[in-house]
DNA sequence: AATTAATGTAACATTCCTGTAACATTTTGC
DNA sequence: GCAAAATGTTACAGGAATGTTACATTAATT
């Protein structure tokens, strides 16, 4: 939350928000100028605010790179639907964008490939939303329990050694030498983790 | 589970759940009342749970602090979803404080890895546990039933003198001199304590 | 329906962590 | 200064944790 168009632009850099609302009438700095200025510099999604019909002329006219305008006044619902919409819209970018890697290894989620170097690594899908998460949370360790939760599922029910065996199978296709791991890493007593390349 | 405001209150406070899920119509005092309570109190995520959609502009507008709101009717594949996401916003805040220092040591919760000034200091899991404990609560002496207790486990059976043991193991690899830690200090008819930097 | 692939379970193998015990050293109390 | 208590130190065996493989079961494909 700002009260003045310099605190907004500040806080846009500092804080790198999913979205930004915006109104246009602003102390300082009015939202036009931010508007502009927060483009010239991120890609995040901003919804402007309006109180004047008037107003949604100029928003479009200046092609500010708004993603969605509303017009006072608005229910909380109406403000709601849009945040969402828009979010999705841009999710949807993302998507596409939604590469991890780590070292060699490149994985791309909406493709649900992994390569490591130039050569594609066949995965099955539990094998694949394994090796996704570990590369998403890089470095940190979890445990067979956390892993079943976050790649199984939270419902899911079944033995704690699954997840060995599935660490296994992809040590065979990863690893160069799967008995000494250097991507898939143990941490005896704790769990797994994917080691950053040093 | 609490069947009206009041005992929500008192149970938040006394079982300190990782999220509560509040319904809005309550018996005794209602969902808004019972919000703003615990917030005064409590840094729990809250999620609301509203039966008509002109309640969310409320939840909205009165500025409670809730982390979410759901509408009914909703699915349990919704509710399910809505609890998770929120978890976990909430969780990568506690990330960045999983690390601890002191001196020349940064310990890191999540990656379970120890660094003396550049230098990492390969743990295993016990030595990591009981490093971690006492630099949690650095400058503080506690006892071998203590250690015990909070390291091995409040239902652990052993010898005390496991604790010699191990704080020999994390001298080694810690202390210049093991013989004489700076870190890792005895106060002798008491127990251990990490010192902190004078 | 037959075949193939994916995946969980179980059983066996291996590693290396860790507690125990035994002895050494330091400190305390008298 | 001596005995006793507390702590330091070391070695080693047992076992918990993990690796590995095979097989059964389920799901997908032909």
Redesign the pocket.
């Known amino acids: 939350m700002a009260y003045n168009g310099e605190e907004a632009l500040r806080l846009a850099f500092e804080e790198k928000p999913d979205l930004i609302l915006l109104d246009i009438m602003l102390p300082l700095l009015d939202g036009f100028n931010v508007c502009k200025r927060i483009r010239e510099k991120m890609d995040v999604p901003i919804i402007m605010l309006t109180a004047k019909e008037a107003e949604v002329d100029k928003v479009l006219g200046l092609e500010l790179g708004a993603d969605d305008y509303v017009t006072k006044p608005f229910s909380a619902r109406e403000i709601i639907a849009r945040i969402k919409a828009t979010l999705r819209r841009t999710k949807m970018q993302d998507r596409e964008s939604e590469i991890l890697t780590c070292g060699e290894l490149v994985l791309d989620r909406g493709r649900m490939e992994l390569f490591k170097g130039s050569a594609q690594i066949?995965?099955?899908?539990?094998?694949f939303t394994l090796v996704a998460f570990l590369l998403q949370n890089a470095g940190y360790v979890f445990s067979?329990e956390k892993l079943l939760e976050e790649v199984?599922g939270y419902d899911?029910?079944?033995?704690l050694?699954?997840v060995?065996?599935?660490?296994?199978?992809l040590?065979?296709k990863i690893e160069d030498d799967?008995?000494n791991?250097i991507y898939i890493?143990?941490?005896?007593?704790?769990?797994?983790y994917l080691r950053r390349p040093s």
Chains 1, 2 share one sequence.
Do not use: F, K, S
Not at 185 to 192: D, E, L, N, P, Q
């Open positions: 066949e995965l099955t899908y539990r094998e067979r199984w899911y029910i079944g033995d050694r699954t060995d065996v599935t660490v296994r199978r040590r065979e799967p008995g791991p890493c143990t941490r005896r007593g704790a769990g797994y």
